[in-house]
T-cell receptor, first 112, second 111 residues
């Protein structure tokens, strides 16, 4: 069966450091992979989409990599700030499918 | 403003009393979905729709119904709610293989 694995333990880092979150998937051949941010009690908010033929994508302080051989995506936040504290969700998407299935997410806590 | 609107935001109901949670989007998106979110289980898809009159089951469809009579609306119906349907519910919409927009959530308690 298809599985999406994100580290269930919260990631605690200090302000200014780079946070790196991992998304591993099995039994997927994703054409795309999306990352979302979710704050407690609120709906997820889209951050980045990366395609299978893109190794890396950047948006301001955010960077996503996509390794289809390792079946893994890494999500980086550089110069992290307390306001970056949230849960981050990944969602690999097979080609032709438009329904999103999410990993359980990793909580990031950035302390001042 | 582009948005997905769910109503109500909060609902407490009794077991067996039929209820409907509405979802509306103003972006002319083809795809709409319903998710429930429970502690430790993450977001799980209940139903999705790829267009008007086209709906399909997600991972946890038991106890729920949906309809897509119009492109903008995708109501979630609980014919006979039970306490195990107490959860936080989200509606989402998107175009094909693009970012999804989520509603603000509906916190449902069934007693």
């Amino acid at each position: 069966s298809q599985k999406i694995e994100q580290n269930s333990e919260a990631l605690n880092i200090q302000e200014g450091k780079t946070a790196t979150l991992t998304c591993n998937y099995t039994n997927y051949s994703p054409a795309y992979l999306q990352w979302y941010r979710q704050d407690p009690g609120r709906g997820p908010v889209f951050l980045l989409l990366i395609r299978e033929n893109e190794k890396e994508k950047r948006k301001e302080r955010l960077k996503v990599t996509f390794d289809t051989t390792l079946k893994q995506s890494l999500f980086h936040i550089t110069a992290s700030q307390p306001a970056d504290s949230a849960t981050y969700l990944c969602a690999p998407m097979n080609s032709g499918y438009s329904t999103l299935t999410f990993g359980k997410g990793t909580m990031l806590l950035v302390s001042p | 403003e582009a948005q997905v609107t769910q109503n109500p935001r909060y609902l407490i109901t009794v077991t067996g009393k039929k209820l409907t949670v509405t979802c509306s989007q103003n972006m002319n998106h083809e795809y709409m979905s319903w998710y429930r979110q429970d502690p430790g289980l993450g977001l799980r898809q209940i139903y999705y729709s790829m267009n008007v009159e086209v709906t399909d089951k997600g991972d946890v469809p038991e106890g729920y119904k949906v309809s897509r009579k119009e492109k903008r609306n995708f109501p979630l119906i609980l014919e006979s709610p039970s306490p195990n349907q107490t959860s936080l519910y989200f509606c989402a919409s998107s175009r094909h293989n693009t970012e999804a927009f989520f509603g603000q959530g509906t916190r449902l308690t069934v007693v």
